[in-house]
């Protein structure tokens, strides 16, 4: 399962940005799909996760009431709409979903990334 991201640049202090992740491949089901980002020198943290059928959201502490995350289940996408973006929340942002793929006649798990979208806060 192939994941694309989209929707990252550079923003003012206060800003908003939405990022975009779309699945594509033999996805038999999506259990779960989450946002991670990474700044330079840190560890890759958790920002938000949602569960695919409850819609179940959980969020970092650092984002909560400022981010929000959604998804589209018809469309295989979830998103990640951020606003009042701050210089700390700069960084690599990376989506991750996870699920089960048909894979040679049968269906077995997947756990995919994308290939990451860089935030940049800056006046």
């Known amino acids: 399962v192939q994941l694309v991201e989209s929707g990252g640049g550079l923003v003012q202090p206060g800003g908003s940005l939405r990022l975009s992740c779309e699945a594509s491949?033999?996805?038999?089901?999506?259990?779960?799909m989450g946002w991670y980002r990474q700044a330079p020198g840190k560890q890759r943290e958790l920002v938000a996760t949602i569960t695919s059928i409850s819609g179940r959201t959980n969020y970092a502490d650092s984002v909560k009431g400022r981010f929000t995350i959604s998804r589209d289940n018809a469309k295989n996408t979830v998103y990640l709409q951020m606003n009042s973006l701050k210089p700390e929340d700069a960084a690599v942002y990376y989506c991750?979903?996870?699920?089960?793929?048909?894979?040679?006649?049968?269906?077995?798990?997947?756990?995919?990334w994308g290939q990451g979208t860089q935030v940049t806060v800056s006046s």
């Open positions: 491949g033999n996805i038999f089901s999506i259990n779960i």
């Open positions: 991750n979903i996870r699920g089960e793929e048909y894979y040679g006649g049968r269906i077995g798990p997947f756990d995919s």
